[in-house]
């Protein structure tokens, strides 16, 4: 199990307890086989999280999100 720190340009569409799915390359691996057979996803990494926790922060010229999220599934269906 993972956890990801994810840093954004300002927005407002997240929220704690939304799933969100980070990928790590392309559809297909380097290899051009699909996204189940990447090295990515079996090294666990990559695929849905759930967002713990959400911040702004505002200043001059400046809008950032950061989300806090933990792996959930890799959304491969060999779960």
């Known amino acids: 199990v993972f956890d990801v720190s994810i840093d954004l340009y300002g927005n407002t569409l997240f929220y704690p307890g939304q799933r ?3 990928s790590l390359g392309e559809r297909f691996s380097s290899l051009g086989k699909p996204w189940s057979e990447s090295f990515a996803n079996i ?3 990559g695929g849905y999280h759930i967002i713990t926790s959400v911040s702004n ?3 001059e010229g400046k809008f950032e999100t950061k989300i806090e999220a933990r792996f959930e599934t890799s959304g ?3 779960e």
């Open 20 to 22: 969100v799915f980070i």
């Open 43 to 45: 090294m666990g990494l």
């Open 76 to 78: 491969d269906g060999n």
């Open 57 to 59: 922060t505002i200043s």
